[in-house]
């Protein structure tokens, strides 16, 4: 048999040409998945035609059902009963409204009119003491009535949040739908006030209450879109409400509207005390979530609103529940704000989170308008909830914030050098009235009243249930608390940077004595600091030790007379004295063994390799002390030891030696950046004043090299290729101990600094490098 017919098969008979067997299984395959497609098509189709035929019967009906209403209305305006108000009027208007309006999330014109109606009956039923045609006495009827109200008024609550969320004046022929707006939420104002319920008697007071709660608490909730709507509307607001208003009517319509939508996001909140300790109360604890997500993350929130209304929002009823709420939440509410939509707002204000207004707003409701924080504040949950906020806000500036926004500017070929330019000044004016916010912080009150309350040791009654935040306010949560702020001043405010926090940290009385306790309880052991007076002796007995050393020791006390002298003039003139002499070396040579004290060993492993807690309070003390530093005179510094004793200026030299030579001798991540920077920068400062006046033995320099000192060929040679990689913008790739030569030269003793010196910098001539190796 012929090979090539073994592999063929016949189709459709012997007329039909043969082809092979995976071409026949191919077409098979092919015409099953015609057949499929042909099906689904089909179904899809009917369901598509079934669909739209059921919107068009439903609107035919809506429309129709939306005439006869208006005609039954209109002939029956004296006929009305609260159970009339319910089967006759609200049962087709709540189905006529939600099939041409709501669900197309657009107020059509002929129907403003059909609503303004249907609120003018019900609030005219509403105010009647007659329970029989009063609407809310249905509240209290039999079962099937207080069923058919309560899903009623929750219809109308959703219908009042999607009207105010449309209403914008800025759109031609919307003086009609302000109108609306208005009707609307004055009926919404009353239907959830038991004080405004005429008809109601002793008896019905109990099932009324019942009845309102579970209201407020649809209120507060997500179904109802009460405080999206909310949201949407005061982000239309303009920032500064009363010099942008002209004409009298329309501030009254305005400040309306605004006044009315305030005491509904209120309102929820006055049907429990938020006691979070009783799990029955945390679902009502969801108005407090959604005024945080909704209404604390608009730009400007405060500024957006009258000042009248402002107290209001300050209260301990409003911010104590947010304040619980947001620490047990934190970790939802910190995702759903990084997950907002802020695709309906300005391009200039994309560049600050819903984190970052959040932070503001809470910032500017937790202090008043005189200089202090407002009465009743929870100060413990405050600091916390601000630290949390903060800490958010700079980790999205260091993951997806500017660093991509500039990618995207820069990668757009389409966008001109201008249009960047443009957009980066917008942003730049942006971060200065941002900043603007943060005033309060750096007022002097502000730190004051909280380092009071951490000594007074108040508690904080908030997060009950969260043992992280249980206790009172700590000097350790407000160095939290200004670090972040540190950061967050150098980030938004690169003009000026952070010498308003710096300033208020720097000159605040005995702040950085406090700061200083606390390190000196985590760095040093328990058994005692750095013994002074051991130093002494030995730095001595290695000085007696060397000839001609005790014979200028002895000729130095001969001039005691002479020094009471010179001492005086210096008191006269406003020079210092002369510090301690802490002469031990000679020739270069220094007492090893004495080194050992200045050692800490706590800090060897720097900055991966101690605690988050005492790397906050290292860097505010390092920047706070290097910026008084630069103000701080020798008198104060020597003489009257302001505001640390010679003994603690030298723990505090050796400290900033330790940390910033291991520092630089491992690998420091982005995050430990701000450390770093502070610590040098202060360690330069200290080392400066010793090199002016000597108040520091000469060992404390060296002491952190002692034991890992690199050698001077391998010192020369890594200061060569730091030197090439910054001239090649290569900086971040830089080995840590190029950092070591270039930025602690003085941990090196006379002898070999004067030879890597010469290695270093006599020229680059290679044969002088392998002449020092």
């Given at each position: 048999?012929?090979?090539?017919?073994?592999?063929?098969?016949?189709?459709?008979?012997?007329?039909?040409?043969?082809?092979?067997?995976?071409?026949?299984?191919?077409?098979?395959?092919?015409?099953?998945?015609?057949?499929?497609?042909?099906?689904?098509?089909?179904?899809?189709?009917?369901?598509?035609?079934?669909?739209?035929?059921?919107?068009?019967?439903?609107?035919?009906?809506?429309?129709?059902?939306?005439?006869?209403?208006?005609?039954?209305?209109?002939?029956?305006?004296?006929?009305?009963?609260?159970?009339?108000?319910?089967?006759?009027?609200?049962?087709?208007?709540?189905?006529?409204?939600?099939?041409?309006?709501?669900?197309?999330?657009?107020?059509?014109?002929?129907?403003?009119?059909?609503?303004?109606?249907?609120?003018?009956?019900?609030?005219?039923?509403?105010?009647?003491?007659?329970?029989?045609?009063?609407?809310?006495?249905?509240?209290?009827?039999?079962?099937?009535?207080?069923?058919?109200?309560?899903?009623?008024?929750?219809?109308?609550?959703?219908?009042?949040?999607?009207?105010?969320?449309?209403?914008?004046?800025?759109?031609?022929?919307?003086?009609?739908?302000?109108?609306?707006?208005?009707?609307a939420l004055r009926f919404l104002v009353v239907l959830t006030d038991l004080k405004g319920w005429k008809s109601l008697s002793n008896d019905m007071l109990r099932d009324a209450d019942t009845a309102m709660k579970n209201l407020l608490w649809f209120m507060g909730s997500c179904n109802s879109h009460l405080y999206m709507s909310i949201r949407r509307y005061i982000d239309k607001l303009?920032?500064t409400y009363s010099s942008q208003i002209n004409s009298t009517v329309e501030t009254d319509e305005r400040f309306l509207i605004t006044a009315s939508a305030v005491t509904l996001a209120l309102r929820p909140f006055h049907i429990t005390n938020f006691d979070v300790s009783s799990i029955g109360q945390l679902d009502m604890c969801c108005a407090a979530e959604q005024y945080c997500l909704?209404?604390?993350?608009?730009?400007?929130?405060?500024?957006?609103?009258?000042?009248?209304?402002?107290?209001?929002?300050?209260?301990?009823?409003?911010?104590?529940?947010?304040?619980?709420?947001?620490?047990?939440?934190?970790?939802?509410?910190?995702?759903?704000?990084?997950?907002?939509?802020?695709?309906?707002?300005?391009?200039?204000?994309?560049?600050?989170?819903?984190?970052?207004?959040?932070?503001?707003?809470?910032?500017?409701?937790?202090?008043?308008?005189?200089?202090?924080?407002?009465?009743?504040?929870?100060?413990?949950?405050?600091?916390?909830?601000?630290?949390?906020?903060?800490?958010?806000?700079?980790?999205?500036?260091?993951?997806?914030?500017?660093?991509?926004?500039?990618?995207?500017?820069?990668?757009?070929?389409?966008?001109?050098?201008?249009?960047?330019?443009?957009?980066?000044?917008?942003?730049?004016?942006?971060?200065?009235?941002?900043?603007?916010?943060?005033?309060?912080?750096?007022?002097?009150?502000?730190?004051?009243?909280?380092?009071?309350?951490?000594?007074?040791?108040?508690?904080?009654?908030?997060?009950?249930?969260?043992?992280?935040?249980?206790?009172?306010?700590?000097?350790?949560?407000?160095?939290?608390?200004?670090?972040?702020?540190?950061?967050?001043?150098?980030?938004?405010?690169?003009?000026?940077?952070?010498?308003?926090?710096?300033?208020?940290?720097?000159?605040?009385?005995?702040?950085?004595?406090?700061?200083?306790?606390?390190?000196?309880?985590?760095?040093?052991?328990?058994?005692?600091?750095?013994?002074?007076?051991?130093?002494?002796?030995?730095?001595?007995?290695?000085?007696?030790?060397?000839?001609?050393?005790?014979?200028?020791?002895?000729?130095?006390?001969?001039?005691?007379?002479?020094?009471?002298?010179?001492?005086?003039?210096?008191?006269?003139?406003?020079?210092?004295?002369?510090?301690?002499?802490?002469?031990?070396?000679?020739?270069?040579?220094?007492?090893?063994?004495?080194?050992?004290?200045?050692?800490?060993?706590?800090?060897?492993?720097?900055?991966?390799?101690?605690?988050?807690?005492?790397?906050?309070?290292?860097?505010?003390?390092?920047?706070?002390?290097?910026?008084?530093?630069?103000?701080?005179?020798?008198?104060?510094?020597?003489?009257?030891?302001?505001?640390?004793?010679?003994?603690?200026?030298?723990?505090?030299?050796?400290?900033?030696?330790?940390?910033?030579?291991?520092?630089?001798?491992?690998?420091?991540?982005?995050?430990?950046?701000?450390?770093?920077?502070?610590?040098?920068?202060?360690?330069?400062?200290?080392?400066?004043?010793?090199?002016?006046?000597?108040?520091?033995?000469?060992?404390?320099?060296?002491?952190?090299?002692?034991?890992?000192?690199?050698?001077?060929?391998?010192?020369?040679?890594?200061?060569?290729?730091?030197?090439?990689?910054?001239?090649?913008?290569?900086?971040?790739?830089?080995?840590?101990?190029?950092?070591?030569?270039?930025?602690?030269?003085?941990?090196?003793?006379?002898?070999?600094?004067?030879?890597?010196?010469?290695?270093?910098?006599?020229?680059?001539?290679?044969?002088?490098?392998?002449?020092?190796?």
């Amino acid at each position: 048999m012929d090979p090539y017919n073994k592999h063929q098969v016949s189709l459709r008979g012997a007329s039909t040409k043969e082809i092979s067997r995976e071409a026949l299984l191919e077409k098979v395959s092919q015409e099953r998945e015609l057949r499929n497609y042909a099906r689904r098509a089909t179904a899809s189709a009917i369901f598509i035609q079934s669909v739209w035929r059921r919107y068009s019967v439903t609107k035919k009906v809506a429309v129709q059902l939306q005439e006869e209403w208006v005609a039954l209305v209109n002939c029956h305006a004296s006929l009305i009963t609260g159970s009339w108000i319910s089967s006759v009027i609200l049962r087709p208007f709540l189905f006529f409204v939600t099939c041409l309006s709501t669900q197309h999330q657009k107020i059509q014109t002929r129907d403003i009119d059909c609503m303004q109606k249907c609120f003018k009956i019900l609030l005219d039923s509403i105010n009647s003491s007659d329970s029989r045609k009063n609407f809310c006495s249905l509240a209290t009827g039999t079962l099937q009535e207080r069923r058919t109200w309560n899903y009623q008024a929750k219809k109308l609550i959703s219908l009042c949040s999607f009207i105010l969320a449309h209403c914008d004046k800025s759109h031609a022929g919307s003086q009609c739908i302000v109108g609306l707006t208005i009707l609307a939420l004055r009926f919404l104002v009353v239907l959830t006030d038991l004080k405004g319920w005429k008809s109601l008697s002793n008896d019905m007071l109990r099932d009324a209450d019942t009845a309102m709660k579970n209201l407020l608490w649809f209120m507060g909730s997500c179904n109802s879109h009460l405080y999206m709507s909310i949201r949407r509307y005061i982000d239309k607001l303009d920032i500064t409400y009363s010099s942008q208003i002209n004409s009298t009517v329309e501030t009254d319509e305005r400040f309306l509207i605004t006044a009315s939508a305030v005491t509904l996001a209120l309102r929820p909140f006055h049907i429990t005390n938020f006691d979070v300790s009783s799990i029955g109360q945390l679902d009502m604890c969801c108005a407090a979530e959604q005024y945080c997500l909704c209404l604390l993350t608009i730009p400007w929130f405060i500024q957006r609103l009258p000042a009248f209304l402002v107290p209001a929002l300050k209260h301990q009823s409003i911010l104590s529940p947010c304040f619980q709420i947001f620490l047990i939440r934190r970790y939802k509410m910190l995702s759903e704000m990084l997950k907002m939509d802020q695709s309906d707002r300005h391009d200039s204000q994309k560049a600050i989170p819903p984190i970052g207004w959040a932070l503001t707003n809470i910032i500017c409701l937790a202090t008043g308008s005189e200089n202090g924080f407002v009465d009743t504040l929870d100060h413990p949950s405050y600091v916390q909830v601000v630290i949390t906020l903060a800490e958010n806000l700079l980790a999205w500036v260091d993951n997806v914030g500017w660093v991509k926004e500039k990618k995207d500017l820069q990668g757009n070929v389409g966008t001109s050098a201008a249009g960047i330019d443009a957009v980066l000044h917008d942003n730049e004016s942006l971060n200065i009235t941002y900043m603007e916010l943060f005033r309060p912080v750096c007022q002097q009150w502000h730190l004051m009243k909280l380092l009071e309350i951490a000594k007074t040791g108040a508690i904080s009654c908030a997060a009950a249930n969260d043992k992280k935040y249980l206790g009172k306010l700590e000097l350790l949560d407000i160095a939290y608390f200004y670090s972040y702020m540190l950061r967050i001043f150098s980030v938004f405010n690169p003009m000026v940077g952070s010498l308003p926090v710096l300033n208020l940290l720097s000159f605040t009385p005995g702040y950085l004595l406090n700061l200083w306790g606390e390190l000196e309880n985590s760095i040093f052991p328990e058994n005692g600091h750095i013994a002074e007076d051991n130093c002494l002796r030995t730095s001595k007995s290695s000085v007696n030790k060397k000839d001609g050393i005790l014979d200028k020791r002895q000729k130095q006390t001969s001039k005691d007379g002479a020094n009471k002298l010179v001492y005086a003039l210096h008191k006269f003139t406003g020079k210092s004295q002369a510090g301690p002499n802490y002469t031990d070396t000679v020739d270069g040579q220094v007492d090893e063994e004495s080194s050992d004290v200045w050692t800490i060993e706590s800090l060897r492993y720097v900055p991966q390799g101690i605690s988050k807690d005492l790397s906050c309070l290292l860097h505010l003390f390092c920047a706070a002390y290097s910026h008084l530093l630069l103000v701080l005179d020798d008198i104060e510094f020597y003489e009257k030891q302001v505001p640390f004793t010679l003994e603690q200026q030298r723990r505090i030299a050796a400290m900033l030696n330790t940390l910033v030579y291991n520092g630089l001798n491992h690998d420091t991540g982005h995050q430990n950046r701000p450390l770093m920077d502070s610590a040098i920068r202060c360690l330069h400062m200290m080392y400066e004043r010793d090199c002016r006046h000597q108040f520091c033995p000469p060992v404390l320099w060296l002491s952190p090299a002692k034991r890992s000192r690199p050698p001077i060929a391998v010192a020369a040679r890594t200061h060569e290729v730091l030197s090439a990689n910054m001239r090649s913008d290569e900086s971040l790739t830089v080995s840590s101990l190029g950092s070591v030569v270039t930025t602690t030269p003085h941990v090196f003793p006379f002898e070999e600094s004067r030879e890597l010196s010469f290695c270093v910098f006599a020229d680059t001539d290679p044969a002088h490098v392998r002449k020092c190796a």
